[in-house]
Nanobody, 123 residues
Framework: VQLQASGGGSVQAGGSLRLSCAAS????????MGWFRQAPGKERELVAT?????????YYADPVKGRFTISRDNAQQTVYLQMNSLKPEDTAVYYC????????????????WGQGTLVTVSS
């Protein structure tokens, strides 16, 4: 599956952004999806995941719990990351990923990566 992320930009602290990731290829619903981010000078970190199918189960990293929401629309072959109450420490390049095995995403090795979209949060 090929992934195209969009929706990044610059926002002030406390603001919101919604990232989108459009997938091309077949059987989108058979893929678990995840968002990673990498801030300047820091290691890449997993932000959120959603299981394949209807997406009834999600995971969030502690720094974003209660502020970010991952969702998917299988008809549109798109996964979203709604980011609210943004903080300067959320500044990073965000990457959309996909794999048919959720565990592979959780351990940081998904098979498909999007190109990344930059989110900048100013104080």
């Amino acid at each position: 599956v090929q992934l195209q992320a969009s929706g990044g930009g610059s926002v002030q602290a406390g603001g919101s952004l919604r990232l989108s990731c459009a997938a091309s290829g077949r059987a989108f619903s058979s893929y678990a999806m995840g968002w990673f981010r990498q801030a300047p000078g820091k290691e890449r970190e997993l932000v959120a995941t959603i299981i394949r199918g209807s997406g009834g189960s999600t995971y969030y990293a502690d720094p974003v719990k209660g502020r970010f929401t991952i969702s998917r629309d299988n008809a549109q072959q798109t996964v979203y990351l709604q980011m609210n109450s943004l903080k300067p420490e959320d500044t990073a390049v965000y990457y959309c990923t996909a794999d048919q095995t959720l565990h592979t995403i959780m351990v940081g090795s998904p098979g498909s990566w999007g190109q990344g979209t930059l989110v900048t949060v100013s104080s």
